[in-house]
């Protein structure tokens, strides 16, 4: 599945692992928890998953990818995730969560009007590229944004991920590519299905093929599970965008709505999205949940004035090593690098091993620090 993997990169993402743990429990490795739990039964097909938080292609984002761009080219988001990269390239899966729709190549980009909730966005085509080079297979779809630009907008979007050799869940062109979305691919000798659905739109809601949307209803996701199971899959997850923003913890009926989902016992892991802060590590019926990856890239905020806070800059870089024993029993060792952007430039730093790096510049370390401490907040309750 994966593409170039090296040595170094492996090395790398163990290292920033293993630096984690060095100064804080939210970033240690848990115990393992089975599903259902099997003792002395050795794992025989084996990956690992990385997935991040949201990408937002806001206006100081923007502003890093054009002055990045050689002559003639307008954006080149490269350098925002060349730190992270390695990371990313050295998992077998690796899923981003693209949360503003795509242009296609020239197309105007930033703000495209209000709806009643939020500004209506579209980011440059660009951003796919940079994704895939930063090593990510595929991508969540399904968000608030999906509908900004209307059916037009999930064409472009899909269009250009699909230029890019990114696989993507959440939206789609036509019924067939929609009902296509559950069917499980192979990762490692695994068959795995990955969902994407969003309990928020920014706009009215098209056809629900074109856009996986449920008002915290979970019969909608259950159904594409069990379509997935139907299909073959051994491994299913969902990741799954939420609309309550700011806030540290899940929500009440966000909690409701994901307990539902695992009660079921046929998810084997929740990604969510949404909050662009981030939000504990935990299991739910057995189940482990991300409750928010915080965002990846964006452009919030510079200063803590206004609706965002310093939180904003703050993501988790999941990081999950999969087994599947003989008798099919699943096994999923959850995991955590924390993820920070460099105030002006947005650059996406892997907080704790940059830290621990003498080759950092002295003035990122107090941004680095100040990272991990708010991190500390949130996610120390891991084990």
Same mark, same amino acid.
Request: aromatic share 6%; charged share 15%.
């Given at each position: 599945?994966?593409?170039?993997?090296?040595?170094?990169?492996?090395?790398?993402?163990?290292?920033?692992?293993?630096?984690?743990?060095?100064?804080?429990?939210?970033?240690?490795?848990?115990?393992?928890?089975?599903?259902?739990?099997?003792?002395?039964?050795?794992?025989?097909?084996?990956?690992?998953?990385?997935?991040?938080?949201?990408?937002?292609?806001?206006?100081?984002?923007?502003?890093?990818?054009?002055?990045?761009?050689?002559?003639?080219?307008?954006?080149?988001?490269?350098?925002?995730?060349?730190?992270?990269?390695?990371?990313?390239?050295?998992?077998?899966?690796?899923?981003?969560?693209?949360?503003?729709?795509?242009?296609?190549?020239?197309?105007?980009?930033?703000?495209?009007?209000?709806?009643?909730?939020?500004?209506?966005?579209?980011?440059?085509?660009?951003?796919?590229?940079?994704?895939?080079?930063?090593?990510?297979?595929?991508?969540?779809?399904?968000?608030?944004?999906?509908?900004?630009?209307?059916?037009?907008?999930?064409?472009?979007?899909?269009?250009?991920?699909?230029?890019?050799?990114?696989?993507?869940?959440?939206?789609?062109?036509? /019924? !067939?590519? #929609? =009902? %296509?979305? +559950?069917?499980?691919?192979? @990762?490692?000798? *695994?068959? &795995?299905?990955?969902?994407?659905?969003?309990?928020?739109?920014?706009?009215?809601?098209?056809?629900?093929?074109?856009?996986?949307?449920?008002?915290?209803?979970?019969?909608?996701?259950? /159904? !594409?599970? #069990? =379509? %997935?199971? +139907?299909?073959?899959?051994? @491994?299913?997850? *969902?990741? &799954?965008?939420?609309?309550?923003?700011?806030?540290?913890?899940?929500?009440?009926?966000?909690?409701?709505?994901?307990?539902?989902?695992?009660?079921?016992?046929?998810?084997?892991?929740?990604?969510?999205?949404?909050?662009?802060?981030?939000?504990?590590?935990?299991?739910?019926?057995?189940?482990?949940?991300?409750?928010?990856?915080?965002?990846?890239?964006?452009?919030?905020?510079?200063?803590?004035?206004?609706?965002?806070?310093?939180?904003?800059?703050?993501?988790?870089?999941?990081?999950?090593?999969?087994?599947?024993?003989?008798?099919?029993?699943?096994?999923?060792?959850?995991?955590?690098?924390?993820?920070?952007?460099?105030?002006?430039?947005?650059?996406?730093?892997?907080?704790?091993?940059?830290?621990?790096?003498?080759?950092?510049?002295?003035?990122?370390?107090?941004?680095?620090?100040?990272?991990?401490?708010?991190?500390?907040?949130?996610?120390?309750?891991?084990?």
């Amino acid at each position: 599945m994966r593409r170039g993997r090296r040595a170094a990169a492996v090395g790398l993402a163990v290292a920033g692992l293993a630096a984690g743990a060095a100064w804080a429990a939210p970033l240690q490795r848990p115990a393992e928890v089975n599903r259902p739990a099997q003792r002395g039964t050795p794992p025989v097909r084996s990956f690992t998953l990385a997935a991040t938080g949201d990408i937002l292609t806001e206006n100081l984002v923007l502003a890093n990818g054009a002055a990045a761009a050689a002559p003639g080219e307008r954006y080149d988001f490269g350098p925002l995730f060349a730190r992270h990269a390695p990371i990313v390239s050295a998992a077998t899966l690796a899923i981003c969560h693209m949360e503003v729709p795509l242009g296609w190549p020239g197309a105007p980009v930033g703000a495209h009007g209000r709806s009643n909730t939020a500004n209506r966005l579209l980011g440059p085509a660009e951003m796919a590229a940079a994704v895939a080079g930063a090593g990510y297979d595929r991508c969540s779809t399904a968000s608030n944004h999906s509908y900004d630009l209307w059916a037009s907008g999930i064409d472009s979007t899909l269009g250009m991920l699909d230029a890019a050799g990114v696989t993507h869940a959440g939206t789609a062109r036509s /019924a !067939e590519e #929609a =009902a %296509a979305s +559950a069917q499980p691919f192979l @990762v490692h000798g *695994v068959q &795995v299905s990955h969902l994407s659905w969003s309990v928020a739109s920014n706009t009215e809601l098209p056809e629900q093929w074109r856009f996986h949307y449920t008002a915290r209803n979970p019969a909608p996701v259950l /159904a !594409e599970v #069990a =379509a %997935a199971r +139907a299909a073959g899959a051994e @491994v299913v997850i *969902v990741s &799954v965008h939420t609309g309550r923003e700011n806030v540290f913890a899940p929500v009440a009926d966000d909690r409701a709505f994901v307990t539902a989902l695992t009660a079921s016992g046929q998810v084997d892991l929740v990604i969510g999205h949404g909050p662009h802060v981030i939000q504990p590590i935990e299991r739910v019926n057995g189940t482990w949940v991300y409750w928010s990856l915080g965002n990846l890239v964006s452009g919030m905020p510079e200063s803590n004035a206004g609706r965002y806070t310093a939180d904003a800059r703050d993501g988790l870089l999941a990081w999950a090593e999969v087994r599947v024993t003989a008798d099919g029993t699943v096994s999923i060792t959850p995991s955590a690098v924390l993820l920070c952007n460099q105030l002006g430039t947005r650059t996406v730093w892997p907080a704790v091993s940059a830290l621990a790096d003498p080759a950092t510049p002295a003035a990122l370390r107090p941004q680095l620090e100040a990272c991990i401490t708010r991190a500390t907040r949130i996610v120390a309750p891991l084990l």
